[in-house]
C-alpha cells in the first residue's frame, strides 16, 4: 500500500500544474492579470509543465457568457481531470472550483472585503468563494504583509497556514528613452470607489491654480462604474477640459503611458499589494500616495506619502517645479521597483514542490 501510494506521488510530479485563473478578456491589465503573468514566468522559468483554467468572473460580460465560460466549461475542465495534481486558484473568486479538484490545491488572497458597500451580490459572492478557498486549500500565499494580517483578524485563519510571497514587477516596464514627459499627472485605476480617484480630481483641481500649473493635464487610465460620476466631478470644478479619461490600453501603451507623465497618483484607499506603484517606478516616474491608506509598505517605501488632498496637490509640484527633489525620488524609486519580488519565482515553486512532497 505503501509503495502504491508513492508511486501515484511521484506519477504526480511529472503532471502539468493547472493555473485557475480569470479569463484576460475580464481581468486584462489589472493587477489580477499582472500575478497571473508572474505564477505563469515563474513555472515556465523552472521548467514545470502547466494547464490553464479560464472563468469569466464578470457578469458584465452578459449572463449568459457569465453561467457558460464563468462557471460551466471550467467546472466541467476540472472534474474531467481525474489525476492527481496542483491546482492553483490566482485569486480568491477562483476558489469556487477547489472543492471539485482532485489533488493539492493552493489559493492566493489579493485581499479582504470587509464592507459591502453598495454592491451586497459581489461581496456575498466573494465571501462565499473566499471560504472555500479557507476550507479546501492545502496552502494559502498572502500577496502581501498587509494580506496576511487581513486574513487573520477577520478569518481567524492560523499563522502558519499562510506563506507571504511578493510578487516581482514584469520586465516589460522599463524606462523608455525615446518618449517625452509631459506635463501631465496620470492616475492607473479601475474606477470603483475604494480606488478614490475623486480624491485625486480635486487634488488636481487645487495644482490647477497654482504659479506655472495653467497647462498641466491629468489622465486617467483606466474603466468602471464611477466614471460618469467622476467626469461630473471634473465638470463641476470647472476642469473638464484639463481631464482626459483612457481605456483599453496594451502594456505597451502603459507603458509609453508611465514613461510620459510627470507624476503618477496613486490614490486608492485600500490595496492588497499595488502593482502600479511599482510598475510606474520601473518607468522612472515619482510615485505620490496617501499614507493614511491601506496599501502595503513593501510596496510604497519609496513613493512620496501624502496627508489630504492639499498636501497631495503640494507634493506633485514640487515633483514638477524642484528638479534636484524630483531626482532623488526617481532614482530611489527605480532603484528599488527593479530589484523588488525576485525571489518570487522559486518560493513560488518552493510552496509546489511542499504540496507534491506530502504523501
Known amino acids: 500500500m505503501t509503495e502504491e501510494r508513492s508511486r501515484s506521488d511521484t506519477d504526480c510530479l511529472t503532471r502539468p500544474v493547472v493555473v485557475i485563473k480569470r479569463s484576460a478578456s475580464t481581468a486584462k491589465n489589472t493587477?489580477?492579470?499582472?500575478?497571473?503573468?508572474?505564477?505563469?514566468?515563474?513555472?515556465?522559468?523552472?521548467?514545470?509543465?502547466?494547464?490553464?483554467?479560464n472563468t469569466v468572473m464578470d457578469t458584465k460580460a452578459g449572463y449568459l457568457r457569465f453561467l457558460t465560460d464563468g462557471i460551466l466549461k471550467p467546472f466541467l475542465s476540472i472534474i474531467r481531470k481525474r489525476d492527481k495534481r496542483v491546482y492553483h486558484a490566482i485569486d480568491e473568486l477562483c476558489c469556487l472550483f477547489l472543492p471539485f479538484a482532485k489533488g493539492k490545491k493552493v489559493v492566493s488572497f489579493h485581499h479582504v472585503i470587509t464592507d459591502s458597500g453598495k454592491d451586497m451580490k459581489a461581496s456575498f459572492i466573494w465571501h462565499l468563494a473566499a471560504k472555500m478557498g479557507l476550507m479546501f486549500s492545502d496552502e494559502i500565499v498572502a500577496i502581501s504583509p498587509q494580506t496576511k494580517r487581513e486574513l487573520i483578524s477577520t478569518y481567524g485563519i492560523r499563522d502558519d497556514r499562510i506563506t507571504v510571497l511578493l510578487s516581482e514587477v514584469s520586465a516589460a516596464f522599463v524606462t523608455l528613452k525615446d518618449v517625452r514627459r509631459e506635463r501631465t499627472i496620470g492616475c492607473v485605476s479601475t474606477l470603483i470607489k475604494r480606488k478614490n480617484v475623486d480624491a485625486l480630481i480635486r487634488s488636481f483641481s487645487i495644482l490647477t491654480e497654482m504659479d506655472g500649473m495653467s497647462d498641466v493635464k491629468l489622465k486617467i487610465c483606466g474603466k468602471g462604474p464611477e466614471k460618469e460620476a467622476l467626469g461630473e466631478l471634473a465638470a463641476s470644478l470647472g476642469i473638464s477640459e484639463r481631464v482626459v479619461f483612457l481605456s483599453d490600453l496594451s502594456v505597451d501603451d502603459i507603458v509609453r503611458f508611465y514613461n510620459s507623465v510627470s507624476v503618477l497618483a496613486n490614490p486608492s484607499l485600500h490595496e492588497g499589494f499595488g502593482y502600479v506603484?511599482?510598475?510606474?517606478?520601473?518607468?522612472?516616474?515619482?510615485?505620490?500616495?496617501?499614507?493614511?491608506?491601506?496599501?502595503?509598505?513593501?510596496?510604497?517605501?519609496?513613493?512620496?506619502?501624502?496627508?489630504?488632498?492639499?498636501?497631495?496637490?503640494?507634493?506633485?509640484?514640487?515633483?514638477?517645479?524642484?528638479?534636484?527633489?524630483?531626482?532623488?525620488?526617481?532614482?530611489?524609486?527605480?532603484?528599488?521597483?527593479?530589484?523588488?519580488?525576485r525571489e518570487f519565482p522559486e518560493k513560488l515553486v518552493n510552496v509546489y514542490q511542499r504540496l507534491m512532497d506530502r504523501t
Open 31 to 53: 493587477g489580477i492579470d499582472v500575478y497571473s503573468n508572474s505564477v505563469e514566468r515563474a513555472l515556465s522559468s523552472h521548467g514545470i509543465p502547466f494547464e490553464t483554467v
Open 277 to 341: 506603484t511599482l510598475e510606474a517606478q520601473r518607468c522612472s516616474a515619482p510615485v505620490v500616495f496617501f499614507g493614511h491608506a491601506d496599501i502595503p509598505s513593501e510596496v510604497t517605501k519609496c513613493a512620496v506619502p501624502c496627508d489630504d488632498e492639499k498636501d497631495l496637490a503640494g507634493k506633485m509640484y514640487m515633483l514638477m517645479t524642484d528638479e534636484g527633489y524630483r531626482e532623488s525620488v526617481v532614482n530611489a524609486g527605480k532603484d528599488y521597483a527593479d530589484a523588488f519580488g
